[in-house]
């Protein structure tokens, strides 16, 4: 099924029913399909489509959905923007995609203003909400590039195998790379989500998680439309708010990341009676732990709890349910419906029951590939075979059931966000006083896991934390900061050159008592 496709079923079936709720906007299915379609008409009318791109840079709010479904019909590809990003992540993204156009939150329009004469094939700048402080040629508020547009679909003749969507994460060597899916892998995982989390049309579903982020739009939020519910945004996660908000509308079903998880669990805002609408409970972006799931069973005991497993690459691969056995919490399950798995060896074998291998997948829910990126794709599949291998590390027990142990690459998931290290590295480097560094993920009881920066700097340049810390956050998205930065003499390295980072960050943790 096409991606515009799950918007205008649910838009026949259900015209009148509330679709969207966000502060005091409450939007039916038929008038956000109707608004889709505009959208849709409104890029085809400016000569964009297929294999042209487009970008999206807001919090979650109506319109996003709106140029999510529209651009499902056009055949351009949506970039999907991070509004943490600064203007040289923004720069480098939007300019090797060669983007045609990008809708902007009206909060993040500078961003986009401060480096338009980097960004060439950008011709169009629409904008959401209140007119720009500072207008650019080519912008145009968001309601007027729709107004005067048919509401009926642009009909545009596309195929389930073309690429819909791409969405940016870090790469090994520094640049970002953008997971380009398709119409039907996209569908493949909607599909999947509302059956492992049992996810129906009486449901109202709460979008918490960025609809940036893969979780967010390409697979909670379509399907949340798939299945004809009502969905409630809100533009920022904040939990008191969430409390009220599923109160207020009984929310019964969400997608959560453990940070967030946590929080609503505190007993300082905990209220049970006020939650008492929740019945499921997804959560994706890292691992639950023991401790977390034994406290959503003691706290939200009539909730399903499901933990899912997944990449931007592939959408969900593996599932735990609350009500699989006890002794499994902690473990990432079983693989979800539909998903080919496998564990193999270095020399693509597979390994025995108990043993590590790296988790590798097939199926039509894998991305196309990285955009423009070959090298990228050809080490992601490997073989021409059709499967995707992630890069995860894991074992499988007798019963099926997976446990995540490491990662082959080194790679850091800090709030559900993947993070690579040689992207840090590379803005350390470019710092005049540092000669070398090295970074690496540690346990963080809020995050899940925060950055760590060794760093060796040149004897006749005195340079502080904080000035290299402010050095970071000038060039990369905050998040990506790191939380300690330690100055060491050297950074040892095997014969063959390469850092070996499980042993500097266990001599860390054990150095600094960490746990």
Known sequence: MLTGHILHQSARRHPGKTALICDDRHITYGDLAADANRFAHAIASR?????????????????????????????????????????????????????????????????????????????????IGEPPSTKTEGYIIFDDFIDGQPATPLGLSLLETDPFAMTFTGGTTGLPKGAVVSHRSRFVSTYTTAIEHEVSESDVVGLLTPLYHTMGSLVWLSTGVLVGATCVMLTSWDPDTFVSQTK????????????????????????????????????????????????????????????????????????????????????????????????????????????????????????????????????????????????????????????????????????????????????????????????FGIPDDKWGEALCALVVTSNDTHVAERELLSHCTDHLARFKRPKIIRFVDTIPKSPSGKVQKPGLRAAFLKENAVS
């Open 47 to 127: 000569g964009i489509g297929p294999p042209d791109t487009i970008a999206i840079m807001s919090r979650n709010i109506p319109e996003y959905v709106v140029a999510h479904f529209g651009c499902a019909q056009t055949g351009a590809i949506l970039i999907n923007l991070m509004p943490a990003y600064v203007a040289d992540e923004l720069a480098v993204i939007l300019s090797t995609t060669e983007a045609r156009l990008i809708v902007v939150e009206a909060a993040f329009q500078e961003k986009i203003t401060g480096i338009i004469e980097r960004l060439p094939n950008l011709s169009h700048i629409v904008v």
């Open 248 to 439: 207020q509308h009984g929310i019964s079903c969400v997608l959560m990341v453990p940070v967030q998880l946590r929080q609503l669990l505190d007993d300082e805002i905990f209220d049970a009676v006020k939650l008492a609408s929740l019945r499921k409970i997804a959560c994706g972006g890292a691992i639950s732990s023991v401790d977390l799931v034994s406290e959503v069973n003691r706290k939200l005991p009539d909730a399903l709890f499901t933990n899912h497993y997944g990449q931007s690459e592939t959408g969900p691969l593996c599932i735990y349910k609350n009500y699989h056995p006890r002794d499994k919490a902690g473990t990432i399950g079983r693989p979800a419906l539909g998903v080919d798995f496998a564990l193999l060896d270095t020399e693509g074998n597979p390994v025995a029951s108990g043993k590590t291998g790296e988790i590798v997948v097939r199926g039509p829910f894998l991305m196309e590939g990285y955009y423009n990126n070959p090298e990228e794709t050809a080490s992601y599949f490997k073989k021409d075979d059709g499967w995707g291998w992630t890069g995860d590390l894991a074992t499988i027990d007798k019963d099926g059931f997976v446990t995540l142990v490491g990662r082959s690459k080194d790679m850091i998931v800090s709030g559900g966000i993947n993070i690579y290290p040689r992207e840090i590295e590379i803005v350390l480097e470019s710092h005049v006083a540092v000669i070398d560094c090295t970074v």
